[in-house]
Every structure is written in C-alpha cells, then in structure tokens.
C-alpha cells in the first residue's frame, strides 16, 4: 500500500469497508458461477437442442422431453430411483440405533466408533468391488450364505429382480456410518438435566427415547433425512461399478442414465442426457427447496 | 446419558456388552475384512476353490508387489494426489475469503448469495455434466489433472463457502469492530486477526475435502479419459475390467486406494467429524 498515490489513498480508505466484501467474494463467486451456475442453464437450455457434442445443435424444442416420456429406460431409471430414496432412508433409523449401541463409555469405546464408521471413508468404487466380490457366484462370502441357507444360488448382481436391492444394500452400509456420526454426535449434545428429570418422573426405557431422547436429536435428524435423500439421488458410482445399469438396464437410475445417454458408445446425445439431467434437478429441486427454507427460517431467528 | 450406561446396568450387562461390541464389529465390516482377507491369499487358493478358509500361505507381499509392478496402479495415486492437493488449497482458500465477506459484512444480496453456494452444492452432477465437460474441451483442459481440479475447487467452494461462513459467525464480533476503530486495514484484520481464529475450520476442511475429492469417479470418468491424468478410483475400476477373476489383484488394489483418506481419517479424526457434524448439533 505504501507506493499508492495520496488521492487513491484516501479513495481506499473511505470506501474499504463497502469494497472490500467484493475483493474477498469475486475469486471463489467467479469459479462457483462459471463451473456451477451458469451450468445448469446452459443443461436446461442444451435440454432443447439435438446435439451430438461436436457438430452444430439443432434446435427441436420439447422433443426431448416428448421422446423422454414415451421412452421406458427412463421410467426404469425413475422408478429405480424412487425405490433408491424409499429404501436409503432406512440408514436414518438404522444409524441410529447403531448410534444408541455405542454410545457408552467403556474401555476402547472411541477405536470401535472410528472402526464402525470405516465404510463411509472408503470410496464408493471401493465399496461396490467389495460388494460385488461379496455378491458374486461360487465364492462370494454372501452366495455362500445364502446358498447354505436356502440351497438355492443366487446371482443377485445378474437377477433382474434383486439387482437395485443388491446395490441399494451396497450403498446403505456407508450412509448408515454417516448417520450413525451425526447421532452420535446429536447424543453427545444432548442436555443430561433433561434425561435426569425424565427419569426421576418414571420415564424410562422407549417412552424416555420417545419423549426425552428424540425431540432433543431433531437437528441430527434433520441433517441425517437430507444428506440421505441427496446420496439417494445421487447415486451413480455404485451402479457403474457393480452393473454398468445391467442386466438389460434394470438397475439404471436417472443419473446413470443420463451419463450413458450423453456418452454413449452408439454416439453422444448432449440433448438427450441433458433433458434427463433437468428432470432429475427437478426432482433434487424439491427437497434443495425444503431444505433452504428450513435454513431461512434459521438465519432469521439468529 | 441415554442409553443407560452399561456400568450403571444389572451387573451381567458390562460383560454382555463387552462381547458384543467385537461381534458386531466383524458383522458390520464383514466385506472389509473379507477383501482384506482375500489381498493376502495366493491365486492358488482361488483356482483350488478356498475362498473362505485361511489363506494356505500369506501372499501379501506377493499380491501387493504384482499390483504395482503390473498395472500403472502407482501413477494412477500419483494422480490423485496432483487432483486432491491443489484442490483442498484452492477450495479452502477461496471459501476463506467468500465465507469471511459473507459472514463479516452487511450489503445487499448477502443472505441470496450465500443461499446461491448452499443450493449449487446439493445439486445433482449430472446437470453440470455436458457444459463442464465442454468448457473443459474448449480451454484444452480435457483430459488433465489441471481440468479436473478447476472443476473441483469450484464446486467444492460451495460447501466450503457455507461451512466458514457459518464458522466465522460464530467468532466474536467484537474483535473486528475494536480493530476497525483502531483503523486496521479490512485486509489485515482478515489476515492478522480472523484467519488465525479460524485454524480449527481449516483443518476441519481440509480432510473432508480431500476424502470427498480423493473419493469422486464421476468427474474422473467424464474429464478423463487416458491413463495420464487419470487417478486412482476410475483407475482401479478400469483394471477390476482387465483383471478378471483376479480377485486377489483387485482386493489389493482396493485396498491401496482406499488406503489414503482411511490414513488422514485417522489422522485426523476430530477434525474429520468435527467439520462433517457440523449443523447436526444446532439449529
């Protein structure tokens, strides 16, 4: 600052405060518009067009969308993905009670929570060729299980009718350690006078869970039903990884099958994927909504 | 406390506890140990059929060695490393600077533009799939550690954004306001006074970040393409392709790429859950 002229000097100094927040927001706002906003309009727009990714776009209006309702790989790939959001959420619960099984204190406690928590560190690619080792014919550790049990071998990652909860399953162990880290946390918080007043009136067992427990673990609660939707949703490395959408594109999901669509191997339809990807924001855009306003209501009570 | 303490329960219960707690653990990361199992086993066990037994003799040393030696294994981590590093600096750095303007100062469009970062973080990739992936052809980025990691730091920024706002928030506000009458420039109180308070959220980011970039196969599948710039979690599923039932290879393999944001795990434990409990606790 020392070899600025006097007249900007004073210029600056009046100012600072009303142009600083500019300098410090312009290089993160810049990427975050350039590689995030400004994106997803171009997708909606791209959504209209017949596009090969190359050469020039032809403008087709809502043919996409005509195309895409007519076409049943996408009412596989939504109704995959309605049966993916039902069934993750079960990490919610399953996290918590998890969550309520380690919250103690004995000896070596705090190794058993790190341990338990192992599959959501771990990458997804990862996660899927374990699962895939662990489904697979003959020497999978799961068909063995099974085969002992029913007699029957199953091939649940090449079964039309087990594939999705095969992946679903794969996808469940990870959420339900990241659930279980935000109760774990929530009961952490929790206010101990309260638990005591509970149980001196004779509240104990489910009733003090219920009553006592529950309310005070709205906030993890709350963060746990989001990120599992949005993981849900998401959902894309361990279809790629276990079936690549198959058998026959029975376990494709929206964001898989917007990918394959886009890149696919018979020639890339830009417009095509992008129009699949706007219905799947759509759908995103429901819960981002829910959950913006939940913040908002926050931001104005603090 | 809830549950009850087990130490304030029926005296059987500790022990019964005590059991449990191993027993649940191998249930629960069965897989895990099964591949870990399996990264050791000579390929002979595998043709005579033991799958689940003891391995016949401990090939460890073997199967790890062959992974290195006979895929590029080696630089598709490389490759990693050159993609999370720079990532975690730029997305940290930037959201700084955002989150302490965003937090710090009163103007018009604050709360709309914070809100902008938070929504632009839970949006689905694949609405940013096909112009990323052109702008990244157009700057002749395709297919570089260099265009996968601009994609990164600014997607990742909204995250971050919204975590060191919400940090800074919870700063006392004093501290800026007596330095402004003391007429510290606005950089220095940023540089001098905030941005040392805010170690623990630095930190916080940073493993996070690295785990969840370390972690995507996505973007590697969409910007990538070669082996050059290709890292480690599209890499290993591409040789799970070359190496058919070799499982003893791809149990090696994914051991060693999940072996890194496991290490800073561990490392970094409370840091870890700090940053990713944040908001769970609150509000």
């Known amino acids: 600052m020392a070899n600025r002229s006097p007249a900007s000097s004073t210029f600056w100094k009046r100012n600072q405060r009303r142009l ?44 996409n969308y005509t195309e895409l309702f007519g076409d049943e790989a996408f009412y596989t790939s939504l109704t995959n993905n309605i049966l993916w959001l039902v069934l993750y959420l079960l990490a919610v619960p399953a996290g918590l009670a998890v969550a309520l099984f380690l919250n103690q204190t004995v000896a070596g406690i705090r190794i058993y929570k790190s341990l338990f928590f192992f599959p959501f560190v771990i990458s997804q690619v990862v996660v899927g060729l374990i699962f ?134 018979y020639g890339y339809r830009m417009g095509y994927g992008a129009a699949i990807a706007v219905i799947l924001f759509l759908i995103m855009m429901v819960f981002i909504t829910l959950f913006l306003v939940r913040m908002l209501a926050q931001e104005r009570n603090a | 406390m809830f549950p009850t303490p087990v130490e304030k329960a029926a005296r059987w219960v500790s022990p019964v506890y005590q059991m449990l707690l191993p027993v649940a653990l191998v249930i629960w990361l069965l897989p895990l140990i099964g591949v870990a199992i399996t990264s050791v086993r000579p390929s002979g066990d595998l043709a005579a059929g033991n799958y689940f037994g003891m391995p016949s003799s401990f090939a460890g040393v073997e199967n790890y060695t062959a992974v290195f030696r006979d895929s590029p294994i080696g630089l598709y981590i490389l490759n990693s490393f050159k993609i999370t590093i720079p990532t975690v600096i730029g997305a940290v750095g930037l959201s700084c600077l955002a989150g302490y303007a965003l937090a ?50 600014a997607f990742q920024t909204g995250f971050c954004t919204l975590f060191m706002r919400n940090f800074i928030k919870g700063l006392p506000f004093a501290l800026i306001e007596s330095a402004r009458v003391e007429g510290v420039s606005e950089w220095r109180i940023f540089r001098h006074i905030v941005l040392p308070l805010m170690r623990p959220a630095i930190a916080a980011l940073s493993v996070l970040i690295f785990t969840f970039v370390w972690n995507d196969y996505f973007w590697a599948t969409v910007l990538v393409q070669g082996q050059a710039a290709m890292p480690v979690t599209a890499g290993l599923n591409s040789l799970n392709g070359q190496w058919v039932a070799a499982w003893h290879l791809v149990s090696a393999g994914s051991i060693v790429a999940a072996l890194p944001p496991v290490t800073m795990f561990f490392l970094m434990q409370k840091h870890f859950i700090a940053g990713l409990t944040l908001g769970a606790t609150k509000g």
């Open chain 1, 20 to 63: 600083s927040p500019l300098f410090f927001l312009a290089p993160g706002a810049l990427m975050f518009l350039v590689y995030v906003i400004l994106p997803v309009f171009q997708s909606i727009w791209i959504s209209f067009y017949d596009w090969d990714g190359l050469g020039p776009k032809t403008f087709i209006g809502l043919s």
């Open chain 1, 132 to 265: 895939t080792w662990f489904y697979a014919p003959d020497f999978g550790l799961f068909s063995a299980l099974i085969k002992s049990l029913t007699g029957t071998e199953i091939a649940i990652l090449a079964d039309e009718r087990f594939v999705t909860y095969g992946i679903i399953v794969a996808g469940l162990w990870p959420q339900i350690a990241y659930c279980m880290i935000l109760y774990l946390t929530g009961l952490n918080n929790i206010n101990p006078e309260q638990v005591e007043a509970g149980r001196m009136d004779g509240a104990r067992g489910f009733r003090l869970f219920w009553n006592i427990i529950l309310p005070q673990l709205r906030p993890a609660t709350f963060i746990a039903v989001v990120v599992t939707v949005i993981g849900a949703l998401r959902s894309f490395d361990l279809v790629s990884v276990m079936t690549a959408g198959g058998p026959y594109g029975s376990s494709r999901v929206l964001s898989f099958y917007m990918y394959e669509q886009a890149l696919s191997e």
């Open chain 2, 104 to 153: 710090v100062y009163r103007f018009r469009g604050n709360l709309a533009l914070f809100f902008i970062f938070v929504a632009g973080n839970f949006i689905p990739f694949q609405i940013l799939m096909v112009p990323v992936r052109d702008l990244t052809l157009k700057l002749g980025l395709y297919d570089t550690v260099t265009g996968l990691v601009l994609f990164h730091v």
